[in-house]
């Protein structure tokens, strides 16, 4: 085991223990799961030189030893699948994707396998801090006679995703792939802790439909933001992937230029139906519903329905409940999946629905739909437009998040905070 | 309601089957549009209304730090200047507020190309070791700025007969409220209203105490030197309550949090600039007002805030105490509603630990546990029997402004690097500039503590 810090600045000596120079850097190239060390960047009095690993004979604490007694005077430079350890990752940020933040990287633990020097991990602990400072080890006494641990907290390279930082030598040509696989909400996490920059890069790497995701779990302010910052055509593509509720909330916020030049772009069935939504008022059941929902005629069997809801292969929010209308498009009942599944196949919507569901209409206020929502313990509840017609459905989450505001306070001062900042 | 006919389809309300397959739920082209007509709350919110918002959006940082560098050591400081020297000490308000609006110009800068605050730049750019001496320097100056802000409350209902223990647990309870509590935008605006108010005040009564105008204005641009210790202190004082360590980490993470970038440039200088120049307008004010008032009067001498009350007497009349006491009172709040958080985020920002009253205690040790010490310490601080409150606030300052070069000369290695700020990058303008407000500021540092020591020696 050894950490960057151990090294940087060490003796490197030639195969006759001649002094060459001493350690500036070392190079590992990534793609693998732990990088390997590829090189070293050593500094000698005039200039900093490249050797390749093949060249080098030993690494340690103490420093390195070459193999050879000359080596080619390489200009160093820098391949695109190389990072440098201590210019672009020594005290710059890096995402913690399990612990799903940004932290600062103390120093850098590598290991040795078969005979080559892997990158390991990230140390973001005060043990990494303290080396760095150089009082680890008297800190270590003081805390084992006072019989305290000293906190230690290293990350996974695995699970380590590196962010572009504003010195860094080069843009780190790595994929946020580690990013890819978070749950949505974690991801909105992470964004929202991240500068604008790196935000691009990260929502780059992304496909629409993650980014969507995504993007729909932050916080209104932050999804302006975003929004603002991607080309039109891409936050067009995005919108599209959003539940339409989310997309004409987020499109409200917008200010009447950007949202023109993105309208302007989306798929007109989409643009319709998030033009549709903007006319509703915010805090009424049009404005909180969405208007993806699963409508069947009553004279389906069950069977048929089942069919038609994987045939359909709905985006819809929520397939909890299957709604029935007449051919006015009324709302004349509603089934569970529950009952549609428990329902003899053969058995018609019409026997097996729940006649007259309880609706809101588009104009009532969000209290009253979060009341009835909860009298009658529903997942979902229909809206209704003046003449009856099912228009869309508010989901019990839209509800909960109305009715209990965001406390969470906002002060200056905190980039990336969540929700703002600080002071 | 009735069932439906049968017509053996799923069929999607109101949809119309479009290429490739059915349609969920789309609503049809049949919504009743009058009715939306005459919805009450439409979520169109007017184009000049945006634009208004945007503009004030970005207008804020500077007028906020402008407000907040008179705050409770910024009054005692400008007070006894006037009262000590008159008019003397007025180029150097001049001078400071315009290296206040290059210093915080810069701030900015590096703040909107990088999206990183000061010190995490000082980080990335120079190390742990240095960023670690970085910090350490940052805190000392802002923990006297906040023990100011205490003394400031201490005095300001001292003058209304409460005693120093119960102003110390007021103060922790209000530094507790005020980062803890409700949207800052709005607490933010009210010290700004007040910020105002109490300049306003200030403005009036100096014209009121009919001063000498003829004097005030050679004063502002020829600058008068002397050997005193006294007047050196009140030279480097000055500086350092104008622009402050905090100020510069407060305006670069103040940009980052409102998340503006390299396009927003030019609102920002004019922001910083306008909030420099009011800083200027208010702090010369308060100057004459109390050159006029008690300097001209031969009550140079000053011991208690109580005196310093009576340069908004020509205003105020017998209520100029009670109007100073809220003054100092609103100033010292918002110095804290900003600085302990300031110096929390900076310290937690380096070392990349949990930042921000949004984590739980648990997940944000050190810097809930900044907040605290600096809280405890400052409260403990002013419970020290017989303390000087006016020359706490004072010497405070002068704290300030003796650890600011150190702060400035990182600020302007960090802008002198082309990699950091790109696009933004200073010219060699800008660059002289900045390094020569350094330079002075740290030869008046030097000249200070020499006339100290040879002073007393």
């Known amino acids: ?423 | 309601m009735t069932g439906a006919e049968p017509n053996g389809g799923s069929e999607l309300t109101g949809a119309e089957p479009g290429p490739g397959g059915s349609h969920l739920g789309r609503i049809g082209p049949n919504v009743d549009s009058a009715r939306r007509r005459v919805l009450p709350a439409f979520r169109r919110t007017p184009a000049w209304r945006i634009r208004f918002a945007a503009v004030l959006g970005v207008l804020g940082p500077g007028l906020v730090s402008g407000f907040a560098d008179n705050d409770a050591g910024g009054i005692a400081t400008y007070s006894l200047a006037g009262i000590q020297f008159g008019y003397a000490l007025l180029w150097v308000i001049l001078a400071s507020q315009i290296a206040l609006f290059f210093t915080q110009e810069v701030g900015a800068r590096l703040g909107l190309a990088t999206g990183q605050g000061l010190t995490g730049l000082t980080r990335e750019r120079f190390g742990v070791r240095w960023a670690t001496f970085f910090v350490i320097t940052m805190l000392v100056a802002n923990l006297g700025t906040i023990i100011a802000e205490f003394a400031g409350i201490g005095a300001a209902l001292g003058l209304f007969g409460v005693p120093i223990p119960v102003s110390a647990a007021l103060a922790s309870v209000a530094v507790v409220a005020l980062i803890s509590r409700g949207s800052y935008g709005r607490v933010q605006w009210a010290f700004v209203g007040i910020g105002v108010a109490v300049s306003v005040a200030y403005i009036v009564s100096a014209i009121l105490s009919r001063p000498d105008w003829g004097a005030a204005a050679s004063a502002l641009v020829v600058p008068h030197l002397s050997a005193a210790p006294a007047y050196w202190l009140a030279v480097v004082g000055t500086v350092g309550t104008t622009i402050t360590p905090w100020g510069q980490a407060f305006i670069q993470a103040y940009v980052v949090d409102k998340r503006l970038g390299p396009e927003d440039i030019n609102t920002t200088r004019l922001d910083v600039g306008l909030g420099s120049l009011i800083t200027n307008v208010v702090a010369g004010f308060i100057v004459v007002a109390c050159a006029a008032t008690l300097w001209a009067s031969g009550q140079t001498g000053i011991t208690d805030v109580a005196q310093a009350a009576r340069a908004l007497g020509p205003l105020a009349g017998d209520a100029a105490t009670v109007l100073f006491a809220v003054g100092l009172l609103a100033a010292s709040l918002l110095g804290l509603g900003v600085v302990p958080l300031a110096s929390a985020y900076t310290a937690c920002e380096a070392f990349g630990w949990e930042t921000g009253v949004d984590w739980r205690w648990r997940e944000a040790p050190a810097f809930y546990g900044l907040l605290a010490f600096f809280i405890g310490f400052a409260a403990l601080f002013i419970l020290i029997p017989g303390l000087p409150l006016i020359q706490v606030l004072y010497l405070s300052q002068v704290l300030n402004g003796l650890l600011l070069p150190f702060i400035l000369v990182f600020v302007m290695l960090l802008a002198s690097d082309r990699r950091i700020l790109g696009d933004l990058a200073s010219g060699r303008w800008l660059l002289g500039i900045g390094w020569s407000i350094t330079v002075v500021i740290a030869v008046m540092s030097v000249v200070l503590v020499w006339a100290t020591v040879s002073g007393t020696a």
Request: hydrophobic content about 40%; proline content about 6%.
């Open chain 1, 1 to 423: 085991m050894l950490y960057l810090s151990q090294a940087i600045g060490r003796p490197v000596q030639d195969r006759q223990d001649e002094p060459m120079g001493r350690i500036a850097d070392l190079i590992v190239a990534v793609g693998d799961r732990y990088p390997p060390v590829t090189g070293l960047v050593v500094q000698t009095d005039r200039r900093r030189i490249f050797v390749p690993w093949s060249s080098v004979a030993r690494l340690d604490a103490s420093g390195a030893q070459l193999r050879t007694r000359t080596i080619d005077i390489d200009k160093f430079r820098q391949r695109p699948n190389e990072i440098l350890l201590r210019a672009d990752l020594m005290d710059k940020q890096i995402v913690d994707i399990d612990g799903r933040k940004v932290v600062r990287v103390n120093d850098l633990r590598l290991d040795e396998v078969g005979g080559a020097w892997h990158l390991v991990a990230v140390d973001v602990g005060g043990a990494g801090l303290l080396r760095r400072l150089g009082i680890e080890g008297p800190f270590r006494t003081i805390a084992r006679n006072l019989s305290r641990p000293v906190p230690e907290k290293y990350i996974d390279w695995e699970d380590v995703d590196p962010v572009e930082t504003s010195i860094a030598s080069i843009k780190l040509r790595v994929p946020h792939q580690g990013l890819a696989e978070l749950h949505p909400a974690d991801l909105a996490t992470i964004l929202d802790q991240l500068a604008p920059r790196d935000r691009a890069g990260v929502l780059a790497s992304l496909d629409d439909e993650a980014a969507a995701d995504a993007i729909e779990e932050m916080e209104p302010e932050s999804q302006v933001e975003v929004l603002e910052d991607l080309s039109p055509e891409r936050a067009a593509d995005i919108l599209e992937e959003m539940s339409p509720d989310d997309a004409a909330d987020l499109v409200a916020d917008l200010d009447e230029i950007t949202r023109d030049r993105i309208l302007a772009h989306m798929e007109s069935d989409e643009k319709a139906e998030v033009e549709e939504l903007l006319g509703y008022a915010e805090d009424t059941a049009g404005g909180l519903m969405t208007t993806e929902f699963v409508s069947v005629p009553a004279t389906l069997t069950a069977a048929e329905t089942i069919d038609r809801l994987r045939e359909l292969e709905p985006d819809a929010e929520t397939i909890y409940y299957v709604y029935v209308a007449d051919e006015e498009g009324r709302l004349v009942g509603v089934l569970s999946l529950r009952d549609l599944i428990v329902a003899r196949p053969e058995a018609q919507i019409a026997d097996v629905m729940i006649r007259e569901p309880a609706a809101v209409r588009t104009s009532d206020d969000r209290e009253h739909v979060a009341e009835i929502v909860s009298r009658y313990n529903l997942l979902a509840v229909p809206v209704v437009d003046p003449d009856e017609r099912l228009v869309g459905i508010v989901t019990v989450d839209d509800v909960i998040e109305a009715v209990v505001p965001d406390s969470r306070t906002r002060l200056p001062l905190r980039p990336g905070s969540r929700g703002g900042g600080t002071a």
